[in-house]
Nanobody, 126 residues
Framework: QVQLVESGGGLVQAGGSLRLSCAAS????????MGWFRQVPGKEREFVVL????????YYKDSVKGRFTISRDNAKNTVYLQMNSLKPEDTAVYYC???????????????????WGKGTLVTVSS
């Protein structure tokens, strides 16, 4: 089992920044590709970003490219999401996920992730 706990969400004005963290415990963190999804109540969950086990490869949803940056620290069992130039449409609950497989198509659907966190709310005011 892997437990994932997100933190860092909050209320920020448009144009501002937030840094989300996802702390993992349990099985070997470095074995897992990690990523972030988000969901607006009443809407489908959507993939945001993915990072490979060693942190070298990343893949971003087009709408966040250039604004969001994912990183990971395998020594600290933590993955981060730096979000800059936030927009009201970024408002959502952000979920951290872990999966043994780094595959963009698999992560785009998010249907078969091995583990999920409980989410952290990000609210961007206009």
């Amino acid at each position: 089992q892997v437990q994932l706990v997100e933190s860092g969400g909050g209320l920020v004005q448009a144009g501002g920044s937030l840094r989300l963290s996802c702390a993992a415990s349990g099985r070997t963190f470095s074995n897992y590709a990690m990523g972030w999804f988000r969901q607006v109540p009443g809407k489908e969950r959507e993939f945001v970003v993915l990072i490979s086990r060693n942190g070298i490869n990343t893949y971003y949803k087009d709408s966040v490219k250039g604004r969001f940056t994912i990183s990971r620290d395998n020594a600290k069992n933590t993955v981060y999401l730096q979000m800059n130039s936030l927009k009201p449409e970024d408002t959502a609950v952000y979920y951290c996920a872990a999966d043994l497989i780094y595959d963009v198509r698999r992560w785009n659907t998010g249907d078969a992730m091995d583990y999920w966190g409980k989410g952290t709310l990000v609210t961007v005011s206009s």
